[in-house]
């Protein structure tokens, strides 16, 4: 049978609510990338066929070549299909109510809405990481640091405040320009990024992936913060590998970014709002303003 000719009228059914799901596609763009797989509905069509694969290989081979293949699944970046594979045997348990799998469909669509809700809430990512947790692994930790700031002297500012959190925490972490990270797999890193959102080259490729946004007159986060000067200190998953973490210190202009307000051992804010990861902090000059 030819599962992707099965599966995708029902996704076209169903693609203006599939697609507000879309940021589930940005977590894994790069993996997804490797394979050609370039828009979300592809991508979102990859997990059902392939879950619904691994379903049969469970059926028809056995528990062991099953669990073989969800962990192939996984390597390649398919981290959504535990979840469908979960509603495909439940689908399997409940025929009666759901005769066909077009009936069932309804179930898939709203299992990726619950992806979005548990991967933006604050049991999604570790909330036990703090920077020295990441600077204390000289092997997977890495300092990123901007090329592309609006002027040489603020692009110095920004690097004296990495060289300095460096020389506090370990002297034998990496630091690399944003150009030359654009150009390596740092999947098994721990990433700690310095820099506006335009003069970081690598945080303006992979923007649209965090789930803020840094204007000249607000930053936007679960709500919007008017003022100048503010500075955003905040922790997400590595967009290459969501279980590695980036912590990125950013702001609306250069010289605003700074690290020193926090000890070794502090840990940043726990917020309560469900679209930035559970660590981070809105920091406006002299105060700090919990989200």
């Known amino acids: 049978m030819d599962y992707y000719s099965f599966v995708r009228p029902f996704s076209l059914i169903y693609a203006a609510e599939l697609d507000t799901y879309a940021m589930l596609g940005n977590i894994i763009e790069e993996q997804m990338q490797g394979y050609g797989y370039t ?24 528990q062991q070549a099953g669990d073989e293949e969800l962990q192939s699944q996984r390597n390649r970046g398919f981290i959504y299909i535990d979840a469908i594979l979960e509603q495909l045997s439940i689908y399997e348990a409940s025929r009666d109510q759901y005769p066909t799998f077009a009936a069932f469909f309804p179930e898939i669509v709203a299992t990726f809405e619950h992806m979005v809700e548990t991967t933006t809430s604050n049991q999604a990512y570790p909330s036990e990481w703090t920077i020295n947790d990441i600077l204390n692994n000289t092997q997977s930790a890495t300092i990123i640091v901007p090329t592309n700031e609006d002027n040489l002297t603020n692009q110095l500012y920004v690097h004296q405040q990495a060289s300095e959190l460096k020389s506090t925490y370990n002297p034998d972490v990496t630091t690399l320009t944003d150009q030359r990270a654009l150009h390596l797999d740092l999947s ?20 649209d992936i965090f789930p803020f946004a840094i204007t000249s007159e607000n930053i936007t986060a679960d709500a919007t913060y008017s003022g100048s ?63």
């Open 39 to 62: 828009k979300w509905p592809v991508i979102m069509e990859e997990h059902v066929v392939r879950a619904v694969t691994n379903r049969l290989i469970y059926r028809e081979i056995g």
């Open 188 to 207: 098994q890193q721990d990433l700690i990024v310095f820099g506006t959102m335009e003069g970081n080259l690598w945080l303006t490729k992979h923007q």
């Open 229 to 291: 000067n503010l500075r955003l200190h905040t922790s997400w998953h590595n967009p290459q590998n969501p279980e590695r973490a980036i912590v990125i210190f950013t702001a609306q202009q250069a010289d605003d970014i700074s690290w020193s307000r926090w000890g070794r051992s502090s840990r940043l804010c726990n917020l309560r709002q469900r679209y930035l990861a559970p660590q981070g902090q809105l920091l406006e000059r002299g105060r700090c303003v919990d989200l």
